[in-house]
C-alpha cells in the first residue's frame, strides 16, 4: 500500500513524503521546538511543523520515523519521566541516535533537507 503524508515545510511549501509499507504501518512524526529552548531535551518538543524558521542556526523542526519517539515500555524500561512517551529521542547520542544526527546538523553548514536516516532536520538557516 501506498501512503501520502502532507507535511508542511519552510518557506510555506507543501510536499509529499511517500511510504511504502510490507505488512506493518510506518509512519513519519513531525516535532517542532522553539527557538528559546535547548535542541536535546524532549519535552522542548510539541507535535506540528512550522511555516517560517528564524534565522538563528538551531533546530526549527524534525521529520521522524516511529522508532525515534519514546514508547511508554522504552520510558519504563530506561526510568525515564513518563511525560517522555511520545516525545522524540533527541537526547539519544548514541551512535545513529537522533541527537547525534542533530549535532551533526547543526555543526554542519548549509541545510540538508533529505532524509538520513529516514529522519529530516530542519534547521533555522
Do not use: W
Not at 3 to 30: D, E, F, K
Amino acid at each position: 500500500m501506498k501512503y501520502s503524508i502532507p507535511c508542511s515545510v519552510a518557506l510555506l511549501t507543501t510536499m509529499i513524503i511517500s511510504l511504502s509499507t510490507t505488512g506493518t504501518s510506518r509512519g513519519l512524526n513531525v516535532f517542532k521546538v522553539a527557538s528559546s529552548l535547548n535542541d536535546f531535551v524532549p519535552l522542548n518538543y510539541t507535535q506540528g511543523a512550522v511555516a517560517i524558521c528564524p534565522a538563528d542556526g538551531k533546530v526549527c523542526y524534525i521529520i521522524i520515523p516511529d522508532h525515534d519517539v519514546y514508547t511508554s515500555a522504552e520510558v519504563s524500561a530506561i526510568g525515564l519521566p513518563t511525560s517522555y512517551v511520545g516525545l522524540p529521542k533527541v537526547d539519544d547520542f548514541g551512535t545513529g541516535g537522533l541527537g547525534a544526527q542533530i549535532q551533526a546538523a547543526i555543526l554542519a553548514p548549509g541545510e540538508v533537507s533529505t532524509p538520513i536516516n529516514g529522519r529530516t532536520i530542519i534547521e533555522r538557516n
